[in-house]
């Protein structure tokens, strides 16, 4: 049997010492860093990407999930955030781990299900949103330089 698998990629190039210039699909990302950490402030910066991706997933999977269930999603606020120290991604100190020390997920949903069929909802979410999966499990990274 054929996998089912689906391959995303990003491709890209350094366009400067903390800007990167990359494509997903016919889509163009921008990154780059704040001026205090060396930027330019021109683009969201890597880890903002992330936690954007992450609240993006999660409104793919609430959607998906809600039409299954029947519940409309009258509203829905999703607020992401989490602290960096940045010794370490700077080569100051090697005392912390470099990503987030931990990620807040605040979700403000407003639907017409009741409380029961509102927390199956949220639960649902959280096990099928694959950005969720990869922050919170271990996803193995093979590198290859050419």
């Known amino acids: 049997m054929a996998s089912k698998d689906l391959n995303f990629s ?23 860093e704040p001026e205090m950490l060396g ?13 954007a991706g992450y609240a993006g997933c999660l409104n793919v999977v609430f959607g998906i999930v809600a039409k299954e269930l029947k519940v409309e999603i009258k509203s ?10 940045p010794e ?20 403000e949903l ?3 299900a009741d409380k029961a069929t509102e927390a199956l909802l949220i639960e649902k979410v959280k096990s099928r949103c694959p950005v969720n ?10 590198y290859s330089f050419n």
């Open 133 to 142: 999966d990869n922050l919170a499990n271990p996803t193995p990274i093979h």
């Open 110 to 112: 407003r639907t017409n």
């Open 76 to 85: 829905l606020d999703i607020n992401i955030d989490g602290d960096i120290n």
């Open 88 to 107: 370490k991604f700077l080569g100051i100190s090697d005392n912390e781990r470099t990503g987030f020390k931990s990620i807040n997920v605040n979700i």
């Open 39 to 51: 930027g330019e402030d021109s683009a969201a910066n890597p880890v903002e990407y992330l936690l």
């Open 10 to 32: 990003v491709n890209g190039k350094r366009v400067g010492a903390t800007k990167y210039q990359g494509f997903a699909r016919s889509f163009e990302l921008v990154v780059d």
